[in-house]
């Protein structure tokens, strides 16, 4: 036995196991004050929002304590009777969302694919430089435009879907009559379609940079063993990319419905605000928690302005809920993960 264990090479079956080594870094003067500014950004984003919430809370607990629950499902706006909520205004501002979203969707991703699948490299960067480009674009400016110029171009569309899918409640129009050609087109203006598809141009570059960069890190070995194996572009993508990037494609989604939740000032210059439950994304009439805030604020009590920093306070609430599930997405999504192939 002491003969075996003197060869070299031959272990002794009961010699401990080998430990991995402890490596330690010494980190410079320059990596400690970058570690400790990074930590001082991070924490600042957090105080910042925490108080934003804290400010929000303080501010709406004399409207909130006054109605309780009820501030959720009261379709009024009279804080001078004691008679308020956001039933209203919540439902108008996630519908204005939902059409947003569905309408920017296919084309945020599209793009995303045609920018890092299809277009060629000297096309690239100028269609990039574009995409953001609009996202830098004012809110006003897309207010000014889908008030002007697409409201008009929209209410035949509004008229089409009304007349041929206004059996579907969300569809159906009050005071409208599909089989006359001469009925006012009033009813279709100011509307939540018109408001979505405008918020929709504006939170599109959103969701298309989040698409954009997942799909730029798709392995290089994926896709070239699926056109190795005869696979077309489109298969390539369908296959490959669509997978790899679909956290990412439900996280910008999401980051893009975040930001139309409290988009503003288009969506006041488009709206006829009402407060009433409409279910009617053609129908004129809607609102919004933001729109509400910016139309009572300048006339506010102090009753009626803790009410608004209530519908704000949910409004923020809403909001952080959205992002954080976004980037939950985005965050178990394969992006970066190295090539199987």
């Keep these: 036995m002491e003969l075996m264990t003197s060869i070299p090479g031959v272990a002794d079956a009961n010699a401990p196991a080998p430990q991995p080594r402890e490596l330690q870094a010494h980190p410079g003067r320059g990596d400690r004050y970058f570690n400790r500014g990074a930590s001082l950004s991070g924490l600042t984003v957090l105080s910042v929002m925490a108080a934003v919430g804290l400010f929000l809370g303080i501010q709406a607990w004399q409207a909130l304590s006054a109605t309780g629950f009820s501030f959720l499902t009261t379709a009024e706006w009279q804080p001078d009777r004691n008679k308020f909520g956001i039933a209203e205004v919540m439902l108008g501002t996630v519908l204005i969302a939902l059409v947003a979203g569905i309408v920017a969707f296919p084309i945020a991703m599209s793009t995303a694919l045609f920018i890092t699948e299809v277009a060629p490299k000297w096309l690239r960067s100028s269609l990039v430089a574009l995409v953001d480009l609009m996202a830098a674009v004012p809110s006003v400016v897309y207010g000014l435009w889908g008030l002007f110029l697409l409201q008009g171009q929209v209410v035949g569309v509004s008229r089409w879907i009304n007349t041929w899918f206004g059996w579907i409640p969300f569809f159906a129009v009050d005071g409208a009559d599909p089989n006359s050609p001469l009925s006012a087109a009033t009813v279709y203006t100011a509307s939540t379609l018109v408001a979505g598809i405008v ?137 970066g993960a190295s090539s199987e192939a």
């Design 199 to 335: 918020v929709a141009m504006m939170v599109m570059p959103i969701q298309c940079v989040v698409m954009r960069e997942v799909f730029s890190q798709v392995p290089v070995g994926e896709r070239e063993g699926a056109f190795a194996l005869g696979s077309t572009r489109w298969g390539m993508i369908r296959v490959v990319s669509i997978p790899f990037g679909r956290g990412g494609i439900i996280g910008g989604t999401m980051l893009g419905l975040g930001r139309a939740l409290g988009e503003t000032i288009a969506v006041l210059l488009i709206i006829s605000p009402v407060f009433q439950i409409n279910f009617h994304v053609l129908q004129q009439g809607s609102n919004s928690v933001s729109s509400l805030i910016a139309l009572r604020y300048s006339e506010a009590s102090d009753f009626s302005l803790s009410a608004l920093m209530a519908a704000g306070l949910v409004l923020f609430a809403a909001t952080l809920v959205v992002n954080f599930t976004a980037s939950w997405f985005v965050a178990r999504s394969r992006s």
